[in-house]
């Protein structure tokens, strides 16, 4: 059974500095994978896609890669911000369905202290 | 008005009672999904459809009933719930197909007493 692992489970460092979130598949044959981010309350914000084809992807500060052979991914955070703070999910695909195979990890609870 | 709307944001109900979930989307998406997100665990998906036909049930309760008249539109019918049901619930929707993003609503925060 696929099982998804974040860690740390949370982590609080000061503005402006570059951090690294860790995601990882038990079962390393990932098709495609997703980071979130969610805020208190709130739904789900999609960040960044990584598709079959690809092994990273970039938005702003944001940057995420995936090793399918090992299937572990990164999310990288350049400069963190207050406005950061948030919990951070992935979520990985075995590809050969829908999204209704998507797997979620519990994910990682950052704070960004001023 | 774009994105994954879902009413109500909050909803306090007793065991006995029946009430109903709603999740609206105006992104142009086949598949929609009801997902449960309990404090310190996963996302739990419930139920998937695809183009109005139920395509997945991942085992849940009787006790949640889900409904898709259209491809826009998604209900989960509560009836004789259990507090431990308390959570969450989160609406998606995506393309339905591999390598489709999926697309969340705000959610319902549940809570039986």
């Known amino acids: 059974k696929q099982e998804v692992t974040q860690i740390p489970a949370a982590l609080s460092v000061p503005e402006g500095e570059n951090l690294v979130l860790n995601c990882s598949f038990t079962?390393?044959?990932?098709?495609?994978l997703q980071w979130f981010r969610q805020d208190p309350g709130k739904g789900l914000t999609s960040l960044l896609l990584?598709?079959?084809?690809?092994r990273e992807q970039t938005s702003g500060r944001l940057n995420a890669s995936l090793d399918k052979s090992s299937g572990r991914s990164t999310l990288y955070i350049a400069a963190s911000q207050p406005g950061d703070s948030a919990t951070y999910l992935c979520a990985g695909g075995p590809g050969y369905s829908s999204a209704s195979k998507i797997i979620f990890g519990s994910g990682t609870r950052l704070s960004i202290r001023p | 008005e774009t994105g994954v709307t879902q009413t109500p944001r909050h909803l306090v109900m007793g065991m006995t009672n029946k009430k109903s979930l709603k999740c609206e989307q105006h992104l142009g998406h086949n598949a929609m999904y009801w997902y449960k997100q309990s404090a310190k665990k996963p996302l739990e998906l419930m139920f998937v459809?695809?183009?109005?036909?139920?395509?997945e049930n991942n085992s849940v309760p009787s006790r949640f009933s889900p409904e898709c008249p259209n491809s826009s539109h998604l209900f989960l019918h509560l009836h004789t719930l259990q507090p431990e049901d308390s959570a969450l619930y989160l609406c998606?929707?995506?393309?339905?197909?591999?390598?489709?993003?999926?697309?969340f609503g705000n959610g319902t925060r549940l809570t039986v007493t």
């Open positions: 079962d390393s044959a990932i098709y495609n």
């Open positions: 990584i598709q079959s084809s690809q």
């Open positions: 459809y695809n183009f109005k036909e139920q395509t």
């Open positions: 998606a929707s995506s393309q339905g197909q591999e390598n489709s993003p999926l697309h």
